[in-house]
């Protein structure tokens, strides 16, 4: 089981002890008892804060377990101390937001290191010409020699730098669609459009959590959720402002429309993803004809040559 796995497991374990008639705090003491073995050293340490009085939200934050999702956790915690929001649905909506990390970052993480395992592969050819030197009767730690494989060495270290740096970093889940999940939940719970606004980005992802802060201030001033939205500094943040608008003002059901774009999104990013992946070969051309080409001549035309010379 991965990290993200185990955070999910131990997520949705808490959501089930309040499911079961357990109160946050009380749950939050027992959970050790059904997480994660891993994990059970931070949640003896949360218990024993919790027993000694440190308020709820401290102490999820001290939980390094989370890594982070310590700030969604916690924010979660936080409002339903505060504005007592029932934090089922929201530890739900989180526990899936992990669990589809973790499954993405699987298969694309092995998509992404198979490719840039074989650009190093191919970048790397040409060392294997120094096998050869031997054999060629060429003396590789005279002045030349040296220099030789000095100048091929860097060639292949910069077309392996190069080519690596052109294979795109797998996004594991779209921001967006994380906080229209949280707001799907929050409404699907009980909660108003603008309260589970003000939920969603509380618990942002990291990626998006200051854009997210200042929207969640402007609706906090007075601002109508789509245009604190579309006034944040993120033009992805303001996909959302539209749809919550309408259903605001209409007083229609928002859950299945903010699924749909969740949805809808996380297929885009997929597709861009795989889209830049098949593209990377094609891109690699670049290095490969000015660096690894030029150190294979380097390295193994250069001894052939000094080879003959000297009979």
């Given at each position: 089981?991965t990290?993200?796995?185990?955070?999910?497991?131990?997520?949705?374990?808490?959501?089930?002890?309040?499911?079961?008639?357990?109160?946050?705090?009380?749950?939050?003491?027992?959970?050790?008892?059904?997480?994660?073995?891993?994990?059970?050293?931070?949640?003896h340490r949360?218990?024993?804060?919790?027993?000694?009085?440190?308020?709820?939200?401290?102490?999820?934050?001290?939980?390094?377990?989370?890594?982070?999702?310590?700030?969604?956790?916690?924010?979660?915690?936080?409002?339903?101390?505060?504005?007592?929001?029932?934090?089922?649905?929201?530890?739900?909506?989180?526990?899936?937001?992990?669990?589809?990390?973790?499954?993405?970052?699987?298969?694309?993480?092995?998509?992404?290191?198979?490719?840039k395992?074989q650009?190093?592969?191919?970048?790397?050819l040409?060392?294997?010409?120094?096998?050869?030197?031997?054999?060629?009767?060429?003396?590789?730690?005279?002045?030349?020699?040296?220099?030789?494989?000095?100048i091929?060495?860097?060639?292949?270290?910069?077309?392996?730098?190069?080519?690596?740096?052109?294979?795109?970093?797998?996004?594991?889940?779209?921001?967006?669609?994380?906080?229209?999940?949280?707001?799907?939940?929050?409404?699907?719970?009980?909660?108003?459009?603008?309260?589970?606004?003000?939920?969603?980005?509380?618990?942002?992802?990291?990626?998006?959590?200051?854009?997210?802060?200042r929207?969640?201030?402007?609706?906090?001033?007075?601002?109508?959720?789509?245009?604190?939205?579309?006034?944040?500094?993120?033009?992805?943040?303001?996909?959302?402002?539209?749809?919550?608008?309408?259903?605001?003002?209409?007083?229609?059901?928002?859950?299945?429309?903010?699924?749909?774009?969740?949805?809808?999104?996380?297929?885009?990013?997929?597709?861009?993803?795989?889209?830049?992946?098949?593209?990377?070969?094609?891109?690699?051309?670049?290095?490969?004809?000015?660096?690894?080409?030029?150190?294979f001549?380097?390295?193994?035309?250069?001894?052939?040559?000094?080879?003959?010379?000297?009979?």
């Amino acid at each position: 089981m991965t990290e993200l796995s185990q955070r999910a497991a131990a997520i949705a374990a808490l959501a089930d002890l309040i499911r079961s008639g357990h109160s946050l705090r009380a749950a939050l003491c027992t959970w050790a008892d059904v997480a994660p073995a891993p994990m059970h050293d931070d949640l003896h340490r949360l218990r024993n804060e919790l027993l000694l009085s440190v308020d709820t939200e401290t102490a999820v934050r001290r939980a390094r377990c989370f890594g982070e999702d310590t700030t969604a956790l916690a924010s979660i915690c936080s409002l339903q101390a505060r504005a007592g929001l029932e934090p089922v649905v929201l530890l739900d909506a989180l526990a899936r937001a992990i669990e589809y990390r973790a499954h993405e970052q699987g298969s694309v993480g092995a998509a992404t290191a198979g490719t840039k395992l074989q650009a190093r592969l191919v970048a790397g050819l040409p060392l294997l010409a120094l096998l050869l030197a031997p054999a060629a009767h060429v003396a590789l730690f005279d002045p030349v020699g040296l220099a030789t494989i000095a100048i091929g060495g860097s060639l292949v270290a910069v077309g392996m730098r190069w080519m690596s740096s052109l294979v795109p970093e797998p996004v594991t889940d779209d921001p967006v669609a994380s906080i229209a999940d949280m707001i799907a939940a929050s409404c699907d719970g009980g909660s108003s459009i603008p309260v589970s606004t003000l939920v969603a980005l509380e618990c942002a992802p990291p990626s998006v959590r200051e854009p997210a802060q200042r929207a969640r201030r402007l609706v906090e001033m007075g601002c109508a959720l789509g245009d604190s939205l579309r006034r944040c500094g993120e033009p992805r943040l303001a996909l959302l402002g539209d749809p919550l608008d309408r259903a605001h003002s209409l007083g229609t059901p928002i859950s299945r429309t903010l699924r749909i774009l969740a949805a809808r999104r996380r297929r885009e990013s997929r597709v861009e993803f795989e889209t830049a992946l098949r593209r990377a070969p094609v891109r690699m051309v670049l290095p490969l004809t000015l660096c690894v080409l030029p150190a294979f001549g380097v390295l193994a035309i250069i001894p052939f040559l000094r080879g003959l010379a000297t009979g």
